[in-house]
């Protein structure tokens, strides 16, 4: 089974880059429902893209869980450090480039979302090939990427008023 670990890996590639860029537009596509807000963008803040990253790469790592997760004791700890490797890497990306060039066109922002995701899973693939995470407690990884979560549903409807959750187009937080 530890043989298909890169294949598993492209899967979620795949599965993460699709579905998050669907998130990207699901708020706007249910005419601003509540109901989606949690999970898609709500607005062109950085931390409402990040969410297109970490919810998709959640819910694939509880399928990939469910087939291979038996076969690595340190699953939900190499799925925590993939995660939040991605969150981090987009606003580390774009406020490098941005603050390199003055502004960060779309298409830019784009490549950046399809970058982060796929060195995720790279860092995934090698973590779980060499066994280089000592996993002592897959319970409080899984109850960090929890936290997380409920950060970003939190923060949909009561952010922060600092650049991190401002959209750049009309100057709002959130929704």
């Not at 000592?134 to 952010?159: D, N, Q």
Request: aromatic share 20%.
């Amino acid at each position: 089974m530890k043989n298909s670990i890169s294949v598993w890996q492209l899967a979620g590639f795949i599965f993460t880059s699709v579905f998050g860029v669907l998130l990207h537009f699901l708020f706007d596509w249910s005419g601003g429902s509540v109901s989606v807000a949690p999970f898609s963008a709500v607005n062109e803040s950085i931390w409402e893209h990040l969410k297109l990253l970490f919810f998709p790469m959640l819910i694939f790592a509880f399928i990939e869980n469910r087939y291979i997760g038996k076969d690595y004791k340190n699953f939900w700890c190499v799925k925590l450090i993939g995660i939040l490797f991605g969150v981090v890497l987009i606003p580390v990306f774009y406020y490098l480039i941005n603050g390199a060039f003055g502004r960060t066109p779309d298409w830019v922002n784009i490549v950046i979302f399809f970058v982060a995701v796929g060195l995720s899973y790279l860092i995934e693939s090698w973590l779980f090939k060499n066994n280089a995470v000592i996993c002592k407690s897959p319970k409080t990884a899984l109850l960090t990427l929890w936290i997380v979560g409920v950060l970003f549903i939190v923060f949909t409807f009561v952010p922060p008023h600092i650049p991190l959750f401002q959209d750049p187009m009309t100057g709002d937080y959130g929704i």
